[in-house]
Each structure stands twice: as C-alpha cells, then as structure tokens.
C-alpha cells in the first residue's frame, strides 16, 4: 500500500512561485504514475499534471502549461509540482495520488491529505 505526503502549500501573493512536493513509501513506484490534482472551495477536484514514475513522461493540464511542471526524483520517491506566477484562481488544497500505470484518471487509488496553497491578490 502506497502512503503519500505532500507538503510545501502555503499563503503567497500573485506572481509568487511555489514548489510542492509528495514523498511516496511502501510501494514498488516504479508501476504508478503520480499525479497532482486541486479543489478549490465550493469547486469539483480537477486534474493539474501526472508523471509515469519509471521514465518521467508529464503532462500538464492545457490550461497551466507554461506556468506548472511536474518533476520526479526517484531517489528520493518524490514527485514535484513547480508552480510559477501563480494567480488567486489557483488557491486550492492540493494533492498528489497515484494510480496504475495504463490506468485510467479515475483509477487513482492513493492520496495524500492535501496541502493548502493560498494565493493574495
């Protein structure tokens, strides 16, 4: 059973950057693909970004490429969710998940608890 840890949420002001970051154990990551989703208050969870965990393929929700990129090292089973200019519509709590690899988006089984990025305008 995998566990999942994210961290590195917090309150920053537009245009700042962030890097979040989710530390996986107690699985063989090598057969998941990570993945970063957010919901914002009053909103349905949406995708933001996924990575297979072997060969580092990514890909970026349309909507923020040029402005999130999605990382791995496996050396230290953790995925990255880099965040840059970020605007108010991207305050949310954040989580990471993964999911089998050739598994479809709904097949996320594992989540972290979440954490909470806060952006001021």
């Known amino acids: 059973q995998v566990q999942l840890v994210e961290s590195g949420g917090g309150l920053v002001q537009a245009g700042a950057s962030l890097r979040l970051s989710c530390v996986a154990s107690g699985g063989t990551m090598t057969r998941y693909v990570v993945g970063w989703f957010r919901q914002a208050p009053g909103k349905e969870r949406e995708f933001v970004a996924a990575?297979?965990?072997?060969?580092?393929?990514?890909h970026v929700e349309d909507s923020l490429k040029g402005r999130f990129t999605i990382s791995r090292d496996t050396a230290r089973s953790t995925a990255y969710l880099q965040m840059y200019n970020l605007k108010s519509e991207d305050t949310a709590v954040y989580y990471c998940a993964v999911k089998p690899r050739g598994g479809t988006r709904n097949e996320y089984n594992y989540w972290g608890q979440g954490t909470q990025v806060t952006v001021s305008s």
């Open positions: 990575i297979t965990w072997s060969e580092g393929i990514s």
